[in-house]
């Protein structure tokens, strides 16, 4: 980590300085993990120091946090002076949580593809029946699905140019064929049945948000948890697996069983959300023609694993 500077900014431009006073951290060194969150030493102490547009989402971490007593997921400890999170006049919102020890875990390991499923199901049991008295709207997640679709139907043009248009028309048409079948389901059911018994979701299973330090395995970053249907868990851990195993291997684990019982499981395994959401966020980062091409011709190999995958998953299943 680096020392701070003379006046605790720095070239990122993140308010350490305000951070100190109105938090009582004397930081003496900082390491940017991403634009909004720091790893810093400070008090004789390491912590992640996190920056939040909205103080709803801390604050329902917060409360969350007050209502489980799960020993295996990091959550937000008070700043040296007592405040659970401090406010910006931009409507910025601090927090600090631990810094863990030990490394993420990786999906194509046996191992850790156990220590994930094993670790999301005890969450979520362990997170059934907690009621706050205020959350977080969550939208149903087929609404999202259809705005990553959106988003993604914008590149057309790039991956005719780079002759993908093929791959696109492939990604497009499944997309359209299963949101054509989702948006029949009883989708107010869905949603009013997790809200009755209080069914809490992660909402983001990537593997380095599952912390290994030796034996123990800790759940970090809540900040897309929800009150919400735990198979939308399932659904996107599946699709973070599907490259390293096969449909049979995913088929032994427990969480995936129980849910292959349920439509909106298998609809979501195949819905190719996953391929979207990676190829919009390659792009926010303003790729070469090269980095491009490369990408584009990987994504299409993939693609065709992807394929093979769901059609040994609905033929297990159907």
């Known amino acids: 980590m680096r020392s701070i500077q003379q006046k605790g900014e720095g070239r990122s431009g993140f308010p350490f300085s305000f951070v100190q006073l109105k938090g009582d951290l004397h930081i003496e060194q900082t390491y940017q993990i991403k634009p909004h969150v720091y790893k810093v030493r400070g008090n004789d102490q390491t912590y992640i120091l996190k920056q939040y547009s909205s103080k709803l989402v801390v604050q329902q971490q917060w409360d969350f946090f007050e209502q489980t007593e799960n020993p295996d997921i990091v959550r937000f400890v008070p700043f040296p002076n007592g405040e ?29 593809r156990i220590a994930s499923h094993d670790l999301l199901s005890q969450f979520q049991q362990s997170s059934l029946g907690i009621k706050l008295d205020s959350m977080i709207p969550k939208l149903p997640i087929y609404m999202k699905w259809k705005k990553r679709l959106h988003t993604f139907s914008a590149f057309l043009g790039i991956f005719e140019a780079f002759g993908q248009r093929e791959l696109f028309d492939a990604i497009t048409q499944k997309s359209y064929a299963i949101l054509s079948e989702v948006e029949q389901l009883d989708w107010r059911m869905i949603e009013e049945d997790a809200v009755q018994k209080g069914s ?87 790729p070469s023609q090269e980095e491009i091409y490369y990408f584009l011709t990987k994504m299409a190999g993939e693609w065709t694993r992807r394929e093979s995958f769901v059609e040994q998953l609905n033929t297990m299943l159907t």
Not at 208 to 222: K, P, S, T
Not at 273 to 279: A, K, L, N, Q
């Open 84 to 112: 659970r999170f401090i406010c910006g006049d931009q409507g910025d919102v601090y927090t600090l949580a631990p810094c863990m020890n030990g490394w993420p875990l990786s999906y194509n390991k046996e191992k850790d």
């Open 200 to 286: 809490w979701i992660h909402g983001d299973v990537a593997s380095h948000n599952f912390i290994r330090d030796g034996a123990q395995v800790r759940l970090i970053d809540f900040d897309l948890l929800g009150q919400s249907p735990p198979v939308y868990d399932w659904i996107q851990l599946a699709q973070r697996w599907m490259e390293h195993v096969e449909a049979e291997q995913l088929l032994r684990f427990k969480g995936f069983q129980q849910c292959s019982l349920d439509p909106l499981w298998l609809y979501g395994v195949q819905y190719p959300s996953d391929v979207m959401r990676e190829w919009i966020s390659f792009m926010r980062t303003q």
